[in-house]
T-cell receptor, first 114, second 108 residues
């Protein structure tokens, strides 16, 4: 298996622009997670899905952030409009159905908002 | 959420064992103890997890105190590739809450 795939790996944009980050989970995994990592706040869980349905989005910072999972093999995290404080590395992870199942992380997308 | 306490940093010599401690005095009965690590410029990587009993896998061992209020991740022979931030996480189910972890430096 190729593991969790994220694109793009790097994104540089200007303040006010829309940014879309993409994730393909491991085939057969029915949980998908979006995390954000910054120097100041560390790794934070933003939202997670089960069987394409958002379960907990309490970590989403504000309405400018939205996430969707239209099918089992694809998810997006959108920021509109983007701000410099959104600059971070965004990770996607997926896991299987059991409570103790390992989360497998993608390589991340490094977002820079100028 | 139950919290964990880890040293900010540790050093080890290459090819020697490393014991990474974690305190979690407020752990609840349903909390799994997870260890992940993050190598430079990579996403977190699963290391090991357990509930009550000590666990071994090809990467490491996890020793859990009898009262479950602390645990120790054991790397049996540290290599340069093991230099990373190691996170000890308590999770009753899905949500992993990452703290600041322990930065492990492996000296050649």
């Amino acid at each position: 298996d190729a593991g969790v795939i994220q694109s793009p790996r790097h994104e540089v944009t200007e303040m006010g622009q829309e940014v879309t980050l993409r994730c393909k989970p491991i085939s057969g995994h029915d949980y998908l997670f979006w995390y954000r990592q910054t120097m100041m706040r560390g790794l934070e869980l933003l939202i997670y899905f089960n069987n394409n349905v958002p379960i907990d989005d309490s970590g989403m910072p504000e309405d400018r952030f939205s996430a969707k999972m239209p099918n089992a093999s694809f998810s997006t995290l959108k920021i509109q409009p983007s701000e410099p404080r959104d600059s971070a590395v965004y990770f996607c992870a997926s896991s299987g159905p059991l409570a103790g199942d390992t989360q497998y992380f993608g390589p991340g997308t490094r977002l820079t908002v100028l | 959420d139950a919290k964990t306490t880890q040293p900010n940093s540790m050093e080890s010599n290459e090819e020697e064992p490393v014991h990474l401690p974690c305190n979690h005095s407020t752990i609840s009965g349903t909390d799994y103890i997870h260890w992940y690590r993050q190598l430079p410029s990579q996403g977190p990587e699963y290391v090991i997890h357990g509930l009550t009993s000590n666990v071994n896998n090809r990467m490491a061992s996890l020793a859990i105190a009898e009262d479950r209020k602390s645990s120790t991740l054991i790397l049996h022979r540290a290599t340069l590739r093991d230099a990373a931030v190691y996170y000890c996480i308590l999770a009753p189910a899905r949500q992993l809450t990452f703290g600041s972890g322990t930065q492990l430096t492996v000296l050649p």
